[in-house]
């Protein structure tokens, strides 16, 4: 069995390539041509949704118009969150994503912070379209952007590429092999999502694989735990490749299950199987601390959580300098891999716990399929790169000390 295991991960590693150069050249095809939007230049019969908040009137325009371009990270576009899976394909062919920053945003930050916004979200999320207030700004903001993307295209209708409908079929069939060789049961639950909840397919697919790789593959090895979480991530990533996933038109159910899952099947496998028998003074700071980290694990995932204006600079910064941001759940994780727990019953719970996050979060980011498929790659072995930069560090501080106490 461990030998048939063993080729069958070469076999995910070799589709998870072909994967990877395939979807890699959609996502280039789709990265070349944006366009500027402005509401004096559309024509009538188009609209730019910014600030409509009540449902009604969000479905009246799109009924009422042909073109429809929604700001991101807008009450429309939380709107459009709501009701975008139970919208006909007829309704969705009229709406476009369109990446806006608020007049008041421009007033606080600098040019290069908000370039760096909309090549962001050019680059990243493949939003293809750009519109900028009426500003004291907005003709440097121009010049600068189309020095870095080049020319822009002055039209609505950017052709969008896609191609590709028998690769969801093989990275299913891939996903399903994988949970049947693991776990039957897990196979028997993710083939009911496929018929009955198409949309939750991913995220179970993604909670079932995380299971695998932390319990029954990786033994806590954060090297395995690494390969098999981009592995499995790509077949998710590819059973989900279709042009409304890949354009925000239809969202995925259930994130919140692959964040939330393993930590949670964790936290009760350990108080059902390990016995309390004493309580520490320094229980009391874990249990705070942890508590501290679960409120904040659990608010900042989302698109509109709460973050700071310096978290925002800092993002800006590395997003500038290493393309891909390593995400900070998984900087975070490596800390618990790297130490050894505190030796109490609550410390020890604290401390897999955080391990769990590796996976989750590796496997979470393959879940965005509007990002560029070589990002998610990207961004987890930054993540990775630097957690081992900084253990080489501290291990040559504490050499360095021994050496001079020595001394």
């Known amino acids: 069995m461990k030998k048939f295991k063993k080729i069958f ?54 009924k009422n118009y042909d073109h429809i371009f929604i700001a991101e990270f807008s009450p429309s576009d939380e709107v459009f969150l709501k009701v975008k899976n139970s919208l006909t394909d007829e309704f969705l062919k009229k709406i ?41 700004k907005k003709a440097s903001l ?32 891939l996903i399903s092999a994988n949970l049947l060789i693991y776990m039957p049961i897990f196979f028997m639950l993710y083939f009911v999502s496929l018929l009955f909840f198409y949309n939750w ?24 735990i690494v390969l098999y979480s981009i592995i499995f991530g790509i077949l998710i990533y590819a059973s989900g490749f279709d042009f409304n996933f890949i354009f925000k038109l239809n969202t995925i159910r259930g994130v919140k299950i692959v964040l939330l899952g393993l930590p949670f099947f964790i936290f009760i496998k350990y108080l059902y199987s390990k016995k309390f028998d004493k309580f520490y003074k320094s229980d009391i700071i874990i249990l705070i601390i942890g508590l501290l980290g679960v409120f904040l694990y659990l608010i900042r995932s989302n698109n509109w959580g709460f973050v700071l204006d310096i978290e925002r600079q800092i993002r800006d910064f590395l997003d500038q300098y290493l393309i891909a941001r390593p995400r900070t759940k998984e900087l975070i994780s490596y800390f618990f891999f790297f130490t050894k727990p505190f030796d109490t019953y609550f410390g020890k719970l604290i401390w897999i716990l955080g391990k769990s996050i590796l996976p989750v979060s590796i496997i979470n980011t393959f879940l965005h399929f ?25 291990i040559m501080i504490k050499k360095l000390i021994y050496f001079r106490g020595k001394s």
């Open 96 to 136: 476009k994503y369109v990446h806006y920053i608020k007049p008041e945003e421009l007033d606080k930050y600098s040019n290069d912070i908000v370039v760096r916004r909309f090549i962001r979200a050019f680059e990243e999320r493949k939003i293809q379209y750009f519109y900028i207030p009426d500003h004291e």
């Open 9 to 62: 991960l070469y076999i995910n590693i070799i589709f998870s390539i072909i994967f990877t150069i395939f979807i890699s050249y959609y996502d280039f095809k789709n990265t070349q041509d944006y366009s500027f939007i402005n509401k004096e230049v559309i024509e009538k019969n188009s609209i730019i949704m910014i600030k409509v908040d009540n449902q009604k009137e969000f479905l009246e325009n799109i």
């Open 142 to 173: 121009v010049e600068n952007i189309e020095k870095y993307l080049g020319e822009p295209a002055y039209y609505k209708d950017i052709e969008q590429s896609y191609s590709g409908e028998y690769l969801k079929y093989i990275s299913n069939i």
């Open 201 to 224: 397919s991913f995220t179970i697919a993604g909670l079932f694989l995380s299971y695998i790789i932390f319990f029954k593959i990786s033994n806590k090895n954060v090297l395995k």
């Open 370 to 394: 509007h990002t560029p498929i070589y990002l998610g790659i990207l961004r987890t072995v930054n993540a990775f790169l630097i957690a081992l930069i900084i253990l080489v560090f501290i």
